[in-house]
Structures are given as C-alpha cells and as structure tokens.
C-alpha cells in the first residue's frame, strides 16, 4: 500500500506531570487510511491520540516534547493556535458524549455554531450531510429536535461522529469508540470507520485486536509507553516482528 | 426468644422512630411560623393595605421597596456572583482561587449586621451622604455574591468534564465552551443558587437597617430613604398599637409570598427545553 503522509509525529515523549507516558514516538500517519492503536490498558493509547490534536495539554501539568507534524507543519509550533488544530483534527470520545442541553440537529451544528456560524439552509444542509455520512439520517431526520440524549448509546456515539463531521476536519481521531457499546452498534460503527476512510484520515484506538484487524489499514502496538511495531495490519498480525507484538496479538498478555 | 435477627429488627425500628421523631422536630415549628404568619397575616390582606402608603396604614412602599432592592441587589450580585463562581471552577486550580475560596466561605457565614455598619459607615456616611437604595443594593450583594458563587462553582463542577472536552475538541474557545456548553449544562443548579440568595437578602433586615432607613412613601430616588418589607415588620411589630402590629404580620405574609412567587416565576422561565 503506498500512500502519502498525513501527520507524523517526531521523537514525541509525553508527561503527565512526573510521571512519562509516552516514550520517543515515531510514527507516521498516513493519508486516507484507517490507522489502529493497540496496547495493554494504561500503554499510552489515549495520551497519544490527544497529542494529535493538543487535547493532552489540556490537562494541568501535562507537557510534550519533540513533534507533531500535520501536513508537515508543526502543530506545536508556538505560532500555531490549538483551536485550529482541533478544527483540523477531530476526536470522538471513547463514552458518547453529545451535548446534554442541546437537540440532535444543535448537536451537529455545535462546531460550527461555536465558531460563530449563523442558522440557516447552509447549516440545515451540513447537519444533514453529516448525519447521513454517519448513517443515522434515515434513524432521526424526523427527531431532529429532539435532545442528543434521548437517542441509544450506539446512536449517540454515531451522532457525536457526525458533530466531529460538520465542522469538516480532515482528521478523525477516535479513542476507543466501541468499547462502551453492544455488538449491533459496534458493527454499524465499524462499518462507518470503513466508509470515513474514504475521505478521511482516520486514527482508532482500540483494545479489541479482531476490531483493529476489521476496521484498519495499519496498525500500530504500544506498550508501556513505547511503540513496539507499526506496519500494514495484515503483516503486523500475521507476521509479527517482535516477540512483545506476537505474544500480545495472541492474548499471552494484556 | 431474642436472636440476632429480631435485635437486628428491633434497632432498625428505632432507628427509623428516631429519625421520624426528628423530622417532626425540625417541621413543628416552620409549620407554626406558617400557620402563625398566615392567621395573623391573612385578615390584613386587601388591595388598600397593598397599595397604599404607610400614612394610610398601607405597606405599598415597602412592597415596592423590597421589589427594587431584589432587582437592584440581583443586577449587582448575579454577573458577579456567577463570573466568580466560573472563575473559581474552571480556573481555580491555583493558591489565589483556593484563597478567594476561604474569603468566600467566611463572607457567606458573616454576619450581616457587620455588613450593614460597613455599608452605613462607608457608602452612606462616606460615598452618597444618605440612606438610600443603592447603599441597601450594595449591602445586600455583600451577602448574595458568596452564596451565587459558591453555588455557581458546586454546580459547574458538577458538568461532566466530557462535555467540556467534547467542544474544546470541535475547536471551539474556552471562553464559548463555557458560555455556550457548560453554563447552560448547569443552568438548573445556578437558578437555584440565585433563587436561595434571593430569598436570602429579601428577608435580610440587618443590612438596610443602617442603609435604606425606611420610609412611609414610595419610591423618591436613588438617593433617597426608601422602606421594605423586613423594615417593615421590624419597625411595626415594635409599635405599641395593634394594629400597627397587625400590618407587620401582613407584611411578613406579603413577603412569604413574594420569595415563593419568584421561586415559581424564575423555575418556569429558566425551565430548560429538556430535562438533565
Ligand atoms: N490525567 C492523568 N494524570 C496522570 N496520569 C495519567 C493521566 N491520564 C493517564 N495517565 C497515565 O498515563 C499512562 C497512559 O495512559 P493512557 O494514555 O490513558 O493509556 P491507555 O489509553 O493506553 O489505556 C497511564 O500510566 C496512566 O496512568
Ligand atoms: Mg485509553
């Protein structure tokens, strides 16, 4: 598979106050694929998606060093605004979490509005285009008013999808997106990551390996902190070149 | 014969007299203050006491004293209170917050005679040279301040910090994140915070005592002695008439009735489209 780089991090250790969550990170992301982060729980997963899009400082007393690259830009430059990093690059929680106060349609309009975008046929049309793009059009385009909240959870995680859509990011960041739901929602997700990475730079954490062996194009073991391997999926489940990746993938720990 | 499922038994029997007796404690008495209030004050009652002036044997200044000390009192107090409650919330992870926090605390249990002299002795003496509303305002927002920002901040600790990163992750601003997500996620909890402080200065007398002095008329100015309800009833319940006497019961009803109106008024206005 050969395509072209999308972000790339450079030498990225991460801290959480003393204590160090990532550990000399190099990894490349590329374009329009789905990349898949695996790991034993508390390896740094969720710390490294959130310094793709500077959430990680969001956190008091956490710091980074080394790079991220977006687009071969430095997202950590000091001339560079945080606010728009995140517009470029989406996240989606590992809990749905929509707006409690807001109905289904101000849920996807929230990003825009927030930046500032007035009501209208523009803003009707992005919010039904990134409801359909997260197939859940046809589940509430009649229920439109109704509040983020009284939908199911696998709705609102597919709703939370397509507020992360409507403020048009090109990179979609997801923290383990189906952990909190039954196995009917999860498919219906996993089927809509596929569809995404036609347009979409996506990049899913996961502690499901059969999850990250369906949904991705690469795939990417941490632990403890480190990367151990990254490679096309196929060939990292298969043929796993360090001994830590092969004993996790077949379940001798984790 | 006695095991230790019957003993068991028998003490969560008691336990549950004993907190059944305690209830009723606490209730006989805030029961017969209403029932007092509302037999003495009901007969008092009519649109001439409500409306006319205290020469006339009216309470119509204090009603409408006490209306504008709420408003004028809430118009300071509310901004203030709740932008200080962000503060501490969503910024006071730091020794100056933890500090304000203290002073807060002490201010909210401070008692409000202290405040009324101060207020007297700077504002009325120092700043406006007479009892007036605006010295009662500032007085009374003293009071209220504490209670809205300590309410503000329980209740903006209380949204979910997801909510919070959700609109930051969408690259929205800190400043819209609150004001646009997390104040309306705690609206419920900063109406209450309000309506308790409300009803907390409303019946405040201390304060106004030394501020607003009282007054037989309406309204004269900003800068003029003006009455109110807990005025009111102080002042007339130390009257040997009894009538006199009489007019501070229905005054005291008047104001009972006020503060459970706004609870009502401001719940259903600030209701929010959906529930939490
Ligand atoms: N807010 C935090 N404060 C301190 N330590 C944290 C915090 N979040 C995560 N950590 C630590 O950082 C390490 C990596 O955590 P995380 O990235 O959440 O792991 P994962 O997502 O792979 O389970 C863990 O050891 C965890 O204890
Ligand atoms: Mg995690």
């Not at chain 1, 990349?35 to 034993?40: E, K, L, R, S």
């Not at chain 1, 409690?100 to 927030?114: E, F, R």
């Not at chain 2, 405040?204 to 003029?224: H, K, V, W």
Request: proline residues 5%; hydrophobic residues 45%; glycine residues 8%.
């Amino acid at each position: 598979m050969d395509t072209t780089e999308k972000m790339k991090t450079e030498n990225l250790n991460a801290w959480f106050g003393p204590k160090q969550a990532l550990k000399e990170i190099t990894l490349s992301i590329k374009a329009n694929v789905v990349t898949a982060i695996i790991g034993p729980s508390g390896c740094g997963k969720s710390t490294f998606i959130r310094t793709l899009n500077r959430m990680h400082e969001l956190v008091p007393e956490a710091r980074i060093s080394g790079q991220v690259l977006l687009d071969g830009q430095n997202i950590y430059a000091d001339e560079v605004d945080p606010v728009q990093i995140r517009r470029r690059v989406g996240m989606v929680f590992q809990k749905p979490n929509p707006f409690p106060t807001m109905s289904i349609y101000d849920n996807v309009a929230a990003g825009l509005k927030l930046a500032g975008a007035k009501k209208g046929q523009a803003l009707d049309e992005i919010v039904q285009k990134s409801l359909q793009q997260a197939t859940l059009w046809d589940e509430v385009k009649d229920d439109l008013r109704k509040p983020g909240t009284s939908i199911s959870g696998g709705q609102q995680q597919r709703l939370c999808i397509a507020r992360a859509l409507a403020v048009n990011p090109e990179v979609i960041l997801m923290d383990e997106p189906c952990s909190a739901l039954d196995p009917i929602a999860t498919a219906k997700i996993e089927t809509l990551i596929r569809q995404l990475a036609e347009n979409y730079t996506v990049v899913i954490v996961t502690h499901n390996m059969q999850q990250a062996a369906r949904v991705s194009d690469f795939t990417a073991f941490f632990y403890l902190g480190k990367l151990i391997e990254y490679g096309e999926t196929n060939a990292l489940f298969e043929n796993p070149k360090s001994e830590l990746t092969e004993k996790y993938i077949t379940g001798k720990f984790g | 014969m006695l095991n230790s499922y019957s003993i068991r038994k028998f003490k969560n029997k008691a336990a549950y007299v004993l907190c059944l007796c305690c209830v009723v404690i606490a209730v006989v008495p805030l029961a017969s203050i209403l029932f007092e209030v509302i037999a003495r004050g009901a007969s008092q009652l009519s649109i001439q006491f409500l409306t006319s002036n205290g020469l006339e044997g009216g309470i119509g200044p204090a009603i409408q004293g006490t209306l504008i000390l709420i408003g004028l009192t809430s118009l300071i107090g509310v901004p203030i209170g709740i932008l200080s409650g962000v503060y501490l919330a969503e910024f006071g992870d730091n020794k100056y917050a933890s500090t304000m926090r203290t002073i807060n605390d002490i201010l909210t249990e401070f008692p409000s005679i202290v405040v009324g002299i101060t207020a007297f002795s700077i504002i009325v003496i120092g700043v406006t040279g007479s009892f007036s509303p605006l010295a009662g305002a500032i007085a009374l927002s003293f009071m209220m301040i504490p209670i809205v920002a300590r309410t503000t901040e329980e209740a903006l600790k209380l949204v979910l910090n997801s909510i919070r990163e959700a609109s930051l992750a969408l690259g929205a601003h800190q400043w819209k994140t609150i004001l646009r997500v997390v104040l309306p996620a705690a609206r419920q909890g900063l109406v209450t915070g309000t309506l308790l402080a409300v009803a907390r200065i409303a019946g405040e007398t201390a304060p106004i005592l030394l501020t607003i002095l009282g007054n037989s008329y309406f309204f004269q100015g900003f800068n003029q002695p003006m009455d109110a309800l807990p005025l009111r009833i102080f002042l007339n319940s130390r009257q040997p008439s009894p009538e006199v006497q009489a007019q501070a019961w229905g005054a005291a009803l008047v104001l009972i009735l006020i503060v459970l109106a706004l609870n009502i008024v401001v719940r259903i206005a600030t209701k929010g489209r959906f529930k939490r």
